[in-house]
């Protein structure tokens, strides 16, 4: 086990493509962290360097203190699992799994016995002398899992091993990745585009775009509070909406009505010296069902009335729909992140789409108006120029 | 209502259960028959081009028959074979052919598989690489076994010239060593070539994370790129031994079978068409027919166990 450390590591691919620029970012011992962001980011990227599968252009990779861009991966004792999951197929499960301390010249009764620790650890006991080929998806997965942990490493890479499964099974095997981690305490560098996964897995989650690191902090943390427009687009699900607003004397102006800032937006406003035209960003769980908002709560809020395009219940809550007539807020990041979830076609329909999470006990129906509160208090602003967050604060 | 459910389909099985046999829909019926019809025509020509000649073959081998006496034609029963097996020319050319064919397919298999990996990981300038490569073995064999026969005649080649002067092609083993010499560059980038699209089938992925499991570079190739190209490397083998087991054309050219370096096919060809015996020739002709159907046969096996990842050796 050991902390693993990236001091301005850049990748410049052979072909000139800058995949990976001056990424900064320091693993504890133990640590889960996840690097996740739209595909083409440069995780996997990020990941084979710390394997010693790519080349570091510049800058320098350090596992345990010491430099280690110039060793061969196979004596960084680190392990790896594929989104393939790279099981070879001539090789039974016990082979599969025993071929790392084989080549460690293990002897076999040592061998014999981690196998089935593993074995018995990831439920692959029955399974032990099949071939790959004819295990299902999950139990592939958790043989390549298998072949990871025998040799007990430093530190576990894991390049979106989940994303091949389907999404019951994705969900079942999350948690136990997470159980895994957990048991074994070693350092996991864990590769995902799937912002649930980062949620929920990660102690900490690094947010990349376009090969440079936008973010790393606690899922919560960059929940709560994204540097920018493109962290707070991305983590998140439904995602944050955002809505333009010119910001004159203290007051919004926005297709959500003119909403005045309180005390505390203004003042970090006017530290961060904002523009005059910005990107609104609220929560869907901001809003409420104003009928349910109590009388003392709503001074410290700001209503709306819109028709319902959509109603979904889900049982412990409500997601309810709207569009507001006007510009769609328009700003680069916002373009990427419609682009990697695809909607980028199906939004610029006109109006500011709007989503809303309000209780289970609203009565708004589908196609009839409804009156829409929210925390006034809770809204981010953003500069649409640099996507920079003009409401962030370390805390 | 149940109950006569189960009793009809119990009924069903066991009136089919005796027999064994699939029963097949009228649909299926029509299907397959319709299946042989349209393979006749092809399984026709394939009789008339290859089953007949051999089963002549096999007549001709049965009878005395040489041309320089037709008259004297008879059946003569296996008296053919016999003559043959116990002739001492005939097991030379056994022995020739079997080194030659060895020993070439075995330096072929090994400089193949070099070029293959070459030509497999080149970045720049792939398809001159690989052009260039290929160059051998688009060239006529009796075009290059004429090359190769000048520049080892003393007075005429280089490379005669180079070995200090010796009619290296008038002695036995130096002229095999030359013609093994002539197939390997003639046939080593057909082997290459087929090797390439077999690794081209190892998927990079295993290859990385054989790396990071530890495997040096000598490993990976032995623990995960051999067994997975094991197929690949069965069909060139196969071809090239056959083949090569063959041998004709860069004997005929470089040795004319002269210092006891006659192949089998060398030999069927002087007794058939020189000799004109049609008796012994057939034999000759049958006897290779037999021996390369036992190396198909053995490498038709070895196909058998070579898909990897299969329980069940590859019969799925
Ligand atoms: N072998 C390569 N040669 C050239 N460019 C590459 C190579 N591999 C990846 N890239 C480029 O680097 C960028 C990052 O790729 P990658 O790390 O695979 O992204 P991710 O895993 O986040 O989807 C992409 O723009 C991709 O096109
Ligand atoms: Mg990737």
Known sequence: MAEIVLDKVTKKYPDGALAVQEVDIEIADGEFIILVGPSGCGKSTTLNMIAGLEDITTGELRIGGERVNERAPKDRDIAMVFQSYA?????????????????????????????????DILDLGQHLDRKP??????????????????????AFLMDEPLSNLDAKLRVQMRTSVSRLQKQLGTTMVYVTHDQTEAMTLGDRVVVMRGGAVQQIGAPQYLYDHPAN??????????????????LEDGVLRSPLGDVPLTDRIRRMVEA??????????????????SKLVEEHQRGGGHTFTSNVDVLESMGSDK???????????????????????????????????????????SGAREGEQAEIWFNADKVQLFDPATGRNLTYSEE | MSQTTTEK????????????????????RAERKLGWLLCAPAAFIMLAVTAWPIIYSVYLSLQRYDLKFPDRQEFVGLDNYVTVLSSPYWWNAVWVTVVMTVVSVVIELVLGMALALIMHRTLVGRGIVRTSTLIPYGIVTVVAAFSWRYA?????????????????????????????????????????????????????????????????GWQRFTKVILPLMKPAILVALLFRTLDAFRIFDNLFVLTGGSQGT??????????????????????????????????????????GTAAPGSDDGGKR
């Open chain 1, 319 to 361: 997601f309810a729909y709207f569009t507001l007539s006007g510009e769609q807020a328009t700003s680069a990041e916002l373009a990427e992140l419609a682009a990697d979830s695809g909607t980028a076609e199906a939004g610029s329909g006109g109006g500011v789409p709007i989503v809303t999470r309000i209780s289970a006990a």
């Open chain 2, 9 to 28: 389909s119990g009924a069903a099985v066991k009136a089919v259960e005796p027999k064994k046999k699939v029963v097949l829909s009228e649909g299926k």
């Open chain 1, 87 to 119: 099981l070879y197929p001539h090789m039974t499960v016990r082979e599969n799994m025993a071929f790392p301390l084989r080549l460690a010249k293990v002897d076999n009764a040592t061998v014999e016995k981690k196998v089935n620790d593993a074995a």
């Open chain 1, 229 to 246: 427009l493109f962290v707070a687009g991305f983590i998140g699900s439904p995602s944050m909406n955002f809505v333009p607003a010119g």
């Open chain 2, 262 to 303: 006659s192949s089998v096919s060398m030999l069927t060809y002087n007794n058939l068409i020189k000799g004109l015996n049609l008796g012994i020739g057939s034999t000759m002709s049958v006897l290779i027919f037999i021996a390369v159907a036992i190396i198909a046969f053995i490498f038709i096996k070895l196909f």
């Open chain 2, 152 to 216: 080892w005649t003393p007075g005429t080649g280089y490379l005669a010239e180079l070995m200090g002067g010796d009619p290296v092609l008038t002695e036995k083993i130096p002229a095999l060593a030359v013609v093994i010499l002539a197939e390997v560059w003639k046939t080593t980038p057909f082997m290459a070539l087929l090797l390439m699209a077999g690794l081209a089938l190892v998927p990079d992925d295993l290859l990385k994370a054989a790396a990071l499991d530890g495997a040096s």
């Open chain 1, 133 to 154: 080929s004819n295990l299902s998806g999950g139990q592939r997965q958790r043989v390549a899992m298998g072949r990871a942990i025998v040799r007990s490493p430093k």
């Open chain 1, 272 to 289: 961060a010296d904002a523009p005059r035209e910005v990107i609104v960003g609220i929560r869907p769980e901001h809003f409420e069902d």
